[in-house]
């Protein structure tokens, strides 16, 4: 399994769960100085980001891309994939491909979590879930082009109504014939909305396509009361090698958030994926 930390590079998320906010090179540093193998990346838009130069400045690092996120669509412009309003869920759409290209040209996937919006509000659930599908299915086909999944992320009740649960998520997907769809099983979502985290992850099995590493608190992992090690004993059961990715507030400083992610994953998960050990995949210094 690999590590990454996210930074994002939007404004008005600035207060919002990743990593770092100061900038691409600022994070890429941050990550390749603790050993981290790649970055995951929140832009406010596809069009913000030059897909040669962001390539650039991660391999200076040494580091790959793990993940493009979505959730400045939302963030920033209010739009969502369950819209009652059609010309509005297009367009959410549109910025969603926009990334899916920008993130496909970077070897990585693009990431559908906020923008898929929910039910209510003159939207029928049964609906929301048939427009969720149809833009799940044509997103996750343009992903394809690329050579990459699309990541769809469950999220906890309080962000979503449409699924909060992995395996009622993969159930979803394997119904509506979703192929090019994977989730995104996101641990602080989990330990809301899940009663037992690692049969979640084997409820949800092959379709586990990334992984946001965050305690119960969406705080770095050790600084609240999830258990990774049986996560991760599911994660090796269902043949996981993507990402563990943290997700997480910067606190109590950005850097201590980075170290005490990769300090959790360096104890819970013994290999890199080269199977030298993670503690000596990369300097420290």
């Known amino acids: 399994m690999k590590s990454?930390?996210?930074?994002?590079?939007?404004?008005?998320?600035?207060?919002?769960?990743?990593?770092?906010?100061?900038?691409?090179?600022?994070?890429?540093?941050?990550?390749?100085?603790?050993?981290?193998d790649g970055v995951e990346i929140f832009p406010e838009s596809a069009a913000a980001l030059d897909a040669a130069e962001l390539m650039r400045v991660v391999a200076a690092h040494g580091l790959a891309i793990a993940a493009v996120g979505t959730g400045a669509g939302w963030v920033r412009h209010r739009l969502h994939l369950c819209d009652p309003d059609a010309a509005t869920r297009a367009r959410a759409e549109d910025f969603i491909a926009a990334v899916?290209?920008?993130?496909?040209?970077?070897?990585?996937?693009?990431?559908?979590?906020?923008?898929q919006?929910?039910?209510?509000?003159?939207?029928?659930?049964?609906?929301?879930?048939d427009h969720l599908a149809t833009a799940l299915g044509r997103l996750g086909d343009r992903a394809a082009r690329h050579g990459q999944p699309l990541l769809y992320e469950p999220l906890n009740r309080y962000e979503t109504d449409l699924f909060n649960r992995q395996g009622e998520a993969a159930a979803?997907?394997?119904?509506?014939?979703?192929?090019?769809?994977?989730?995104?099983?996101d641990l602080f979502h989990m330990n809301i909305e899940e009663a037992d985290l690692p049969a979640a992850v084997r409820a949800?099995?092959?379709?586990?396509?990334?992984?946001h590493?965050?305690?119960?608190?969406?705080?770095?992992?050790?600084?609240?009361h999830t258990d990774p090690a049986p996560v991760v004993a599911a994660l090796r059961e269902i043949g996981y090698q993507g990402w563990l990715s943290a997700e997480v507030f910067p606190l109590p400083t950005a850097a201590e958030a980075a170290a005490r992610t990769i300090a959790s994953i360096r104890r819970h998960?013994?290999?890199?994926?080269?199977?030298?050990?993670?503690?000596s995949s990369r300097p420290t210094s």
């Open 204 to 211: 949800a099995g092959g379709r586990v396509g990334h992984v």
């Open 172 to 185: 979803f997907l394997a119904d509506r014939g979703l192929t090019h769809v994977q989730l995104l099983a």
């Open 269 to 279: 998960v013994a290999d890199s994926p080269s199977g030298h050990p993670m503690a």
């Open 4 to 36: 990454a930390i996210t930074i994002c590079l939007v404004p008005e998320a600035r207060s919002g769960p990743f990593v770092v906010h100061d900038g691409l090179a600022a994070g890429c540093r941050v990550a390749a100085d603790l050993g981290f």
């Open 100 to 115: 899916v290209d920008l993130a496909g040209a970077c070897g990585a996937p693009a990431i559908i979590g906020s923008m």
């Open 117 to 129: 919006g929910w039910s209510g509000e003159g939207m029928a659930r049964d609906a929301a879930l």
């Open 213 to 224: 590493w965050a305690d119960s608190n969406r705080r770095a992992m050790g600084l609240g």
